[in-house]
């Protein structure tokens, strides 16, 4: 008996190239079709929306399938680490680009137009970099305010805690 089941990766993922590195940096073997990246014939994930889905079939004989939440959360953390190294590595580029004396062979406008390009990709990485940050503490709030509301009409005291980035809510009951 098997069961499927679509898992929504929290943090929104537009790049697909860094999705495809982070797995790379995982040591996951991949094949990607036109919209979909299929890790393995029980895993897959759906890039064809305006967010990354994972889905999960699980085969309650195979004793070795995944575990889930501890994927979402090692893709997540290496597909960050992957797009700030990225932007890093774009910033130093187009520093060298422009004290660059190798590049004086280029007229300036060659120059000028590399250093554009670098720094139009750089822009776009830090916005979708913004952008998924963003929704991120979208998501967040509203899933708090979803506990709280449902906290408050099943009788709970709600208590938060604020510890860093973390948020901690107490139930108590009245």
Do not use: W
Not at 47 to 70: F, G, K, M, P, W
Not at 116 to 128: F, P, S, Y
């Amino acid at each position: 008996m098997s069961s499927r089941v679509k898992a929504f990766i929290l943090q929104d993922m537009n790049d697909v190239e860094c999705i495809e590195e982070a797995l790379d940096a995982m040591g996951e073997s991949y094949t990607k079709n036109q919209n979909q990246i299929v890790i393995s014939p029980n895993l897959k994930i759906d890039i064809s929306s305006h967010q990354a889905e994972l889905e999960v079939t699980y085969d309650r004989a195979d004793s070795n399938h995944i575990n889930t939440n501890q994927f979402i959360a090692d893709l997540t953390k290496e597909y960050n680490k992957i797009i700030k190294e990225k932007i890093e590595r774009l910033k130093l580029e187009e520093a060298k680009v422009r004290e660059s004396e190798v590049l004086e062979q280029f007229s300036e406008d060659e120059k000028r137009k590399k250093e554009l390009k670098l720094k139009k990709e750089r822009l776009r990485l830090e916005a979708i970099k913004r952008k998924e940050k963003a929704e991120l503490r979208k998501k967040i709030s509203e899933k708090a305010n979803a506990i709280r509301d449902k906290a408050k009409k099943l009788g709970y005291q709600i208590k938060e805690e604020v510890k860093g980035e973390e948020r901690v809510m107490v139930l108590i009951r009245r």
